[in-house]
């Protein structure tokens, strides 16, 4: 029994994937819906260096997890057979195309049509991206605490969550302002009250599922204090982030920063708790 603090270089990993491609899709609408003007669109490429660094950070934190960097390698061994081949292939591509299409757009090489496409089909290998991370998961029927809905829910949740804070800190970086940023501040809002629920409904069926020598309920005892300390970092960066805007004026990039740190401490918590209900059958699993 434990909190799962062990898989830290995998809570890294996924939590910095998902921020990262919600933070991706604000800044590719931004870019495609925005202001049309060519050094206007230039800061926002500029400043999507900070997504690549977060998603170099995850992916070496993935390497940790699997000791060298020569297992990193052989995991894409088994691409199409394997869900964990399968996600790293998929983080790879997203990473590569968005790496190398910055690349070009920051040294002006894309015309505007190459850029719409570079970044449709980018955000599309970021979706298909975290859609890999939860078969990692939610395929595997032997371990009955992964193998529910709340799995690919709470996945992309935290892309809710955390994307569009990391975008709109972004955004402001790059000088941008509009309207349209405040709905940002509200899609993570509803996203942080749809966690919750998840949170109060996978609590209450942990009692439901066991094994014939394990109860899913035993393998995290704080899962509920635990679970309260991440709603409780998440509303804090929801409240760093709000409060300013509701007296008419724009967060400051530091309380900004301090909102996305909250926002991976409050998910680095919740992850924790995930691959702390690691469980399997045993000789029989009910519930």
């Known amino acids: 029994m434990g909190n799962g603090w062990h898989e830290w270089p995998l809570m890294i990993f996924t939590v910095l994937g998902q921020c990262v491609v919600g933070g991706f899709i604000v800044l590719a609408v931004a870019l495609m819906k925005g202001d049309d003007h060519f050094q206007a669109q230039q800061r926002i490429v500029r400043v999507m260096f900070g997504l690549w660094v977060l998603m170099g950070i995850g992916f070496i934190a993935s390497m940790l997890h699997l000791g060298t960097p020569a297992r990193a390698l052989n995991s894409l061994n088994r691409v199409g057979s394997s869900a964990l081949s399968n996600e790293i292939a998929a983080g790879s591509l997203f990473f590569a195309v968005g790496g190398i299409g910055w690349l070009l757009a920051l040294a ?27 078969r990692v998961y939610n395929t595997i029927d032997t371990v009955p605490t992964w193998h529910t809905a709340w799995t690919p829910l709470s996945f992309f949740l935290t892309l809710f969550i955390g994307g569009p804070l990391l975008g709109y800190l972004l955004l402001r970086m790059a000088g941008v302002e509009g309207w349209a940023m405040r709905l940002l501040p509200v899609i993570t809002l509803l996203a942080l009250v749809a966690s919750t629920v998840v949170v109060l409904m996978q609590g209450s069926e942990l009692a439901s599922i066991h094994s014939s020598i394990q109860q899913a309920s035993a393998l995290v005892p704080d899962y509920g204090s635990l679970m309260a300390w991440r709603v409780v970092a998440l509303v804090l960066a929801v409240g760093c982030w709000v409060a300013p805007q509701l007296k008419g004026h724009y967060p400051a990039i530091p309380l900004l920063s301090l909102a996305f740190v909250l926002v991976v401490v409050g998910e680095m918590i919740g992850r924790g708790v995930f691959y702390g209900l690691h469980m399997t059958v045993g000789m029989a699993v009910a519930g």
């Open 108 to 134: 002006g090489k894309l015309s505007q049509g190459g850029r719409q496409l570079w970044l449709i089909v980018t955000a599309v290998l970021g979706v298909v991206f975290v859609w890999m991370m939860v």
